[in-house]
């Protein structure tokens, strides 16, 4: 439920600052496990970058959610080549097809479902891979040659007027219900979590070099916090 605007902090709130977790105390048959499922994941990346999101095919094609997900685990674990090449993929398919948003899924049959929430997993992802990435020349003129895509994605929702409403919050046109088929029209807290703490992230990175947009990132993540 919504309550009255008075009912709100009227100050900005922190953002909660990323960090790695602790290494884990796997047991023998836990790192096994551990190790396999993420050789999988390394494994499946072509080399253009398109990572298919199942081997089995019980999910055609590249899910972008997942991608962005993915992209995480490769910085995590210090794999930024991989990271790298799933990131590039995305940014220049995307600047291929014109399209200002993140795709559902990159298939034979495309859909371009606009599920506001899959921007900004991409757009979390793509900041933890610039703050983190070792400063190669490889990394440095794929973050330079990325960003002008990467602003436009930020941008889209907020230039569309999704988050000028009563609630103060990102309206997703198209939230999917886990394996039902179903996609709800709602203003839904995954989405808004993940858009205010990528537009504060982005803000944050850019501050010196595109403070126009920062100022409007932050701004942005602070209204939704």
């Keep these: ?75 995590t674990n210090g794999d930024f080549d991989e990271a790298r090449a799933i990131l590039n993929y995305i940014t220049e398919y995307h600047r291929m097809k014109g399209l200002g948003y993140i795709m559902y899924i990159i298939r034979t049959h495309n859909a371009y479902h ?6 900004f997993f991409f757009l979390h992802s793509w900041v933890q891979f610039a703050m983190n990435a070792p400063k190669t020349e490889e990394n440095r003129m794929y973050i330079e040659s990325s960003y002008s895509k990467i602003a436009e994605f930020a941008n889209y929702y907020l230039d569309a007027g999704n988050l000028d409403n009563p609630y103060e919050m990102l309206y997703n046109e198209c939230l999917e219900h886990s394996r039902d088929g179903s996609y709800f029209y709602c203003y839904d807290l995954l989405t808004n979590v993940y858009a205010s703490q990528a537009l504060h ?18 701004a942005a993540a602070t209204k939704i916090v």
């Design 1 to 75: 439920a919504v309550g009255k605007r008075s009912e709100f902090p009227s100050q900005v709130v922190d953002h909660t600052p990323y960090e790695k977790e602790k290494p884990l105390n796997y047991t023998a048959k836990g790192l096994s496990l551990y190790q396999e499922t993420y050789q999988s994941m390394v494994d499946r990346i072509e080399k253009n970058g398109y990572t298919q999101t199942s081997l089995t095919g019980a999910y055609e094609g590249m899910y972008l959610r997942d991608a962005s997900i993915q992209v995480l685990a490769h910085v």
């Design 114 to 119: 606009k599920q506001t929430d899959t921007t």
């Design 201 to 218: 992230e982005l803000a944050t990175l850019v501050a010196d070099c595109d403070p126009e947009n920062a100022k409007k990132w932050e």
